[in-house]
């Protein structure tokens, strides 16, 4: 819900546009789960037969003498509905606003025209809650849930921001004109003030009429989500390398193979962080644009965002390698203190890694240098009409992140398997549109390219150069083209029909079996594609009043 109201304060020259807004989003999940104590129950009455005792190798896990032929007998419906049902998540988010703007086109007269000034206040709060299941929520004791092999914690939080912002627009002279702008944020969390200052510079230089050069520079800020810094525990077991005890046995840590604890199981946790601090950016852009005429534009832009201070997971590894060096005094970059690591790393008496708590940190370090175009260009074609043509174009130059302070730099335009896991993205994507126009009806066609993608080999290898068992080699996959149509005939000023067919070739992902097995999702790259192929939709817009 939105309301406002705008207008002028007399002769003064200054307008006003106050307003406030209420938003709230609810969401359901119902999910499909499977449950541990029945599953239990089934299993140890037709399958595990008579207990035997403890394991020998840690004696620690009971034994059993199957059941053999129950084993691999198939399960009747009637049995595994009897352990199997479903859960259902409640989530909630809400945001409330209120802003105002004040605005003077003539502030003072300058060489090359009037200054135009801008001033906006804005105050607001905003929450998120989730409420698991109660049957997800994890025993005190035990650390496991009623579902099997999945724990999950009820979150939520609130916070309240006011910020404030302005913005001087000078035309020094005739074809140049300079443009300042300054904000300050402040958000409270959990009795703790984020704030930030940012500013920008922009220039605008207009040699001829036709042409325009424009740059920017300036500073960003983002106060973290509130997810991740609300969100409430949740637990997952998992193994991994406990490098202090590697230590002990002489290992180092860059070549642990052969130690008795490269492996080791634990029960992980992980949440957000209300300690997280603001994400942090320097980003500029420079461009020009040339029209010579009403019915053509083309530009082109350069683009650069430096990223200090995003928000990303503490990893078990990562978690661990910062023990290590902390108990041992080792030389390396830790991603955390060592306050922390000791507290984060549970052990038993004996020295066994028990348990991590894997919180939400600043860490990553992100740089990205695109550069965009675009053109446009309208024509008429006396009683057949108008056409009028559209192209945008996007290239990323460069794209690096750096997790941790520890770790190397990596460029994600190369390395194939960092591309996957930080950004689903193809290094180039273009869309291209014509429209048609007579009278009260208009049709189009657009169309989307995205550029080549590396396959799930080069993924799952590593490299472009990974070669899988049966011969096959790494690469790229090709081009994706799609093509969309629609018909719109504005029937009156107020009623508009509309059929529109996305994806008209009927076009599919590229289906490789053996490079995108498709044994625990998809048989191709759902990043990048969707199966689901040609889509017609039909449109009625009625507007009321003006």
Not at 66 to 81: K, L, W
Not at 368 to 382: C, D, F, P
Not at 428 to 440: F, N, Q
Request: with cysteine.
């Amino acid at each position: 819900m939105a309301l406002g109201v705008q207008g002028a304060f007399g002769g003064s020259g200054w307008d006003y546009d106050v307003g406030a807004m209420r938003t709230e989003y609810r969401l359901t999940e119902h999910s499909w789960a499977r449950f541990a104590d029945p599953i239990d129950a089934y299993f140890r009455e037709r399958v595990l037969g008579p207990e035997l005792g403890l394991d020998p190798i840690y004696n620690a896990y009971p034994i059993f003498r199957p059941d053999y032929a129950a084993f691999y007998s198939p399960i009747s419906p009637n049995d595994f509905a009897a352990f199997t049902g479903y859960t259902d998540n409640e989530s909630r988010t809400w945001n409330n606003m209120a802003r105002v703007q004040l605005t003077n086109g003539a502030l003072f007269e300058l060489p090359g025209g009037s200054a135009g000034f801008a001033v906006v206040a804005e105050a607001g709060n905003e929450g998120w809650e989730y409420r698991p299941d109660a049957r997800l929520l994890p025993d005190p004791e035990t650390l496991a849930s009623e579902v099997w092999g999945t724990t999950s914690i009820s979150g939520g939080g609130h916070r309240s921001r006011y910020a404030v912002t302005s913005e001087l627009r000078m035309p020094l002279l005739d074809p140049l004109t300079v443009t300042l702008s300054g904000r300050y944020d402040a958000f409270d969390v959990a009795g703790t003030t984020i704030d930030s200052p940012t500013y920008s510079l922009g220039v605008e230089y207009r040699p001829i009429e036709s042409l325009l050069f424009r740059g920017k520079y300036g500073t960003a800020f983002r106060a973290p989500t509130l997810s991740d810094t609300f969100q409430g525990l949740s637990g997952y077991y998992s193994s991994g390398t406990d490098y202090y005890r590697c230590s002990l046995e002489g290992y180092d840590p860059a070549d642990t193979e052969g130690c008795t604890y490269d492996s080791s199981q634990f029960f992980g946790q992980q949440s957000g962080n209300p300690d997280l601090e603001a994400i942090e950016a320097d980003v500029w852009n420079a461009g020009v644009v040339w029209a010579p005429s009403a019915n053509f534009s083309l530009a082109v832009d350069y683009y650069s965002w430096d990223i200090e201070n995003e928000v990303d997971q503490l990893s078990a590894d990562q978690l661990l390698r910062t023990e290590y060096l902390c108990r041992t005094n080792a030389a390396g970059s830790q991603v955390t203190s060592c306050e922390n690591a000791l507290a984060w790393v549970g052990r038993s008496p004996s020295g066994e890694l028990d348990t991590l708590y894997t919180p939400k940190v600043n860490v990553a370090k992100q740089k990205l240098e695109a550069v965009t175009a675009s053109l446009n260009y309208r024509t008429e074609i006396g009683t057949w009409g108008s056409l009028a043509f559209a192209g945008n174009y996007t290239n990323n130059i460069s794209h690096s992140v750096k997790p941790t302070p520890e770790d190397d730099e990596i460029d994600l335009l190369r390395d194939p398997y960092y591309m996957w896991i930080y950004d689903a993205y193809a290094k180039t994507r273009t869309d291209a549109s014509v429209a048609w126009s007579k009278g009260p009806v208009t049709t189009t066609l657009y169309a989307n390219r995205i550029g080549e993608t590396p396959n799930y080999l080069a993924y799952s290898g590593g490299s472009y150069d990974y070669v899988h068992s049966s011969g096959e080699r790494a690469g790229k996959w090709g081009a994706y083209t799609t093509f969309n149509a629609s018909v719109n005939w504005r029937a009156t000023d107020a009623l508009q029909f509309s059929v529109m067919v996305n994806n008209l070739a009927n076009e599919m992902p590229d289906d490789q079996p053996t490079n995108y097995p498709g044994t625990s999702s998809t048989p191709y790259n759902n990043y990048y594609y969707n199966p689901y192929g040609r889509a017609f939709y039909v449109e009625a817009k009625y507007r009321f009043g003006n």
